[in-house]
């Protein structure tokens, strides 16, 4: 049981002004709650934000122990992220699932890659042959998705390859989908992505390779882009790290980042769906999700409301959570000022409710 709770304000996105009520179950409520503690009045109520691609449970070196991964999703809940789509980690994270005081969490297992093509201790490492075969023990661990590593530096080519030869990726996810799981890809380079989606791939992570072709396919098939575009940022310091070794790698990452802006903005133009995510974990930090929406308006050239929605009731719809209707878990966010007419707002929230309960 919880205390009621009671805020009035803008409630977006309806944009309508109005009471919410949370009652003594952590719903919200109709009608008045008696006893109510009233949070804020005047404010601007936004469903509880989205980071749909987060790793909590990993740093730059691995997995994490339970005191990491519990600092790291205190961060992103007390930014405003009450919903969070794990893209990929390597620890058992289930204990989240038992604390109301922390987000929710959908999974996606492990990053499934080709062995010695990625980042030690991030992925299950495995051969071609063997694709299908972890699809369906990552599908077992997750919460209807399964993530793979589209692409990753190639040491004998010295450049970006795909990790699966299309056909059996095209396997593997034909496989995930008979299984009832959606599949996304960590794709870089332009050739992963083009194979994954016409292999009918439904997300596709980063997506700097995105040629108009590939993006028309996105936009009539429906599959999304999480750009996570605070990551992108971080493509000149992965090229200066590769330079000596691999030049053409170095070059490669410099020019998709060039690139990067103008290709998210002819994804968005062309209507293709884009959520938030802000690849937290590895080397970001967690708690980014109001710089990843920021991003999305100013670089990507989403509208503030648009931007907004693709880190909140947007995400929400498209992951299959509710957002701020009768009976629902009140899973919200309390700001001052109207977001939509500065982003930064969302920078500082004035309260955080989770299941009913403020919980920053």
């Not at 604390?99 to 071609?128: C, M, Q, S, W």
């Not at 000596?244 to 020019?255: G, Q």
Request: hydrophobic fraction near 40%; charge should be negative; aromatic fraction near 4%.
């Amino acid at each position: 049981m919880t205390t009621p709770l009671h805020v009035r304000g803008v409630v977006l996105p309806e944009d309508v002004e109005r009471d919410l009520w949370v009652d003594s179950s952590g719903r919200i409520s109709d009608e008045p709650v008696p006893d109510a503690q009233t949070v804020a009045v005047g404010a601007f109520i936004v469903p509880g934000l989205v980071d749909a691609h987060c790793h909590v449970g990993l740093d730059e070196h691995g997995g994490v122990d339970e005191q990491e991964q519990e600092r790291q999703i205190i961060a992103d809940r007390d930014a405003g992220t009450l919903l969070i789509r794990d893209a990929g980690v390597p620890v058992d994270t289930r204990w989240i699932d038992d604390r109301a005081d922390l987000p929710r969490v959908i999974r996606a297992g492990r990053h499934i890659a080709r062995t010695k093509r990625y980042i030690r201790n991030f992925g299950a490492e495995i051969e071609p042959g063997d694709l299908v075969a972890e699809v369906e023990t990552q599908a077992a661990r997750g919460d209807g998705w399964i993530k793979l590593v589209g692409d990753w530096i190639d040491r004998d080519a010295g450049d970006l390859t795909p990790c699966w030869p299309a056909d059996t990726a095209a396997a593997a996810i034909k496989r995930a989908h008979e299984l009832g799981a959606r599949v996304t890809a960590h794709c870089f380079g332009e050739q992963s992505v083009a194979e994954l989606v016409a292999a009918g791939i439904d997300c596709v992570e980063h997506g700097t390779g995105l040629t108009d072709d590939v993006i028309s396919a996105m936009a009539e098939q429906r599959t999304a882009l999480v750009p996570t575009r605070v990551q992108i940022d971080n493509f000149p310091m992965y090229a200066d790290a590769g330079e000596a070794r691999f030049p053409r790698y170095a070059a490669h990452i410099r020019d998709l980042h060039a690139g990067a802006d103008a290709t998210m903005r002819s994804a968005h133009e062309a209507g293709v769906a884009i959520y938030a995510g802000t690849d937290a974990g590895g080397v970001l930090p967690h708690g980014l999700i109001g710089r990843e929406v920021l991003a999305l308006h100013s670089q990507v050239g989403l509208s503030p409301d648009a931007a907004l929605g693709a880190g909140s009731w947007g995400a929400r719809a498209w992951l299959g959570r509710p957002g701020l209707s009768a009976g629902e878990s009140a899973d919200l966010v309390v700001y001052e000022e109207d977001p939509r007419a500065d982003l930064r707002t969302l920078l500082a929230p004035r309260a955080v409710i989770l299941r009913g309960s403020v919980v920053a």
